[in-house]
């Protein structure tokens, strides 16, 4: 199986803020990387897919890099909605494999 | 706009059989690969595996010896089974209509394997 380690495992800042998330992949996984935003007590959303490409109706403030085994999320601007976990997949092969998860709290 | 929601017994006792449907609403089935994937309370996310609505299957190894899928288009849901659950299959359990990039997602049910 494909291993994705997220950094950091938590990370505080203020609103207004921009803020980096790293996912890394244990092999090269070209660019089939999505990423996901999950707010407390509800469902996964996904805000990204094949590493850079935005989700339909998600604001351009979330934007995202890489390919092979480095990957980026940045969220500009912070806004107190965007304070959640955030989470990468990848789909290069099977089984699909999740990142441990980023949480994103307010300073 | 398609909706999902997951339904199903929310206690479930070990060595039994965990049970669980999505039904579809605001769209059909065909033409979409559909997609459980799971998370313990306060831990990640873990994918099941998916289901074509031809009835084709893949599983997470992890998984596959315990997991069926199932789909009924006329009825507009599709359907989790899986054997011989312990404490570790307690967790959250979503639906998801797509393959690779599951979008949107069910609220969720929790399971919770206990006797």
């Known amino acids: 199986d494909t291993q994705m380690t997220q950094s950091p495992s938590s990370l505080s800042a203020s609103v207004g803020d921009r803020v980096t998330i790293t996912c890394r992949a244990s092999q090269d996984i070209s660019h089939s990387l999505a990423w996901f935003q999950q707010r407390p007590g509800k469902a996964p959303k996904s805000l990204i897919y094949?590493?850079?490409t935005l989700q339909s109706g998600v604001p351009s403030k979330f934007s995202g890099s890489g390919s092979g085994t480095n990957f980026t999320l940045t969220i500009s601007s912070l806004q107190p909605e965007d304070f959640a976990t955030y989470y990468c997949q990848h789909y290069k092969s099977y089984p699909y494999t999740f990142g441990q998860g980023t949480k994103l709290e307010i300073k | 706009q398609v909706q999902l929601q997951e339904s199903g017994p929310g206690l479930v006792k070990p060595s039994e059989t965990l049970s669980l449907t999505c039904t579809v609403s605001?769209?059909?089935?065909?033409?979409?690969?559909w997609t459980w994937i799971r998370q313990p309370a306060g831990k990640g996310l873990e994918w099941i595996g998916r289901i074509y609505t031809t009835g084709s299957t893949t599983y997470n190894p992890s998984l596959r010896s315990r997991l069926t899928m199932s789909i009924d288009t006329s009825k507009n849901h599709f359907s989790l089974k899986l054997t011989s659950v312990t404490a570790a299959d307690t967790a959250v359990y979503y639906c998801?209509?797509?393959?690779?990039?599951?979008?949107?997602w069910g609220q969720g049910t929790l399971v919770t394997v206990s006797s």
């Open positions: 998801a209509r797509g393959s690779t990039v599951p979008s949107p």
């Open positions: 605001g769209g059909s089935l065909s033409g979409y690969y």
């Open positions: 094949a590493a850079s």
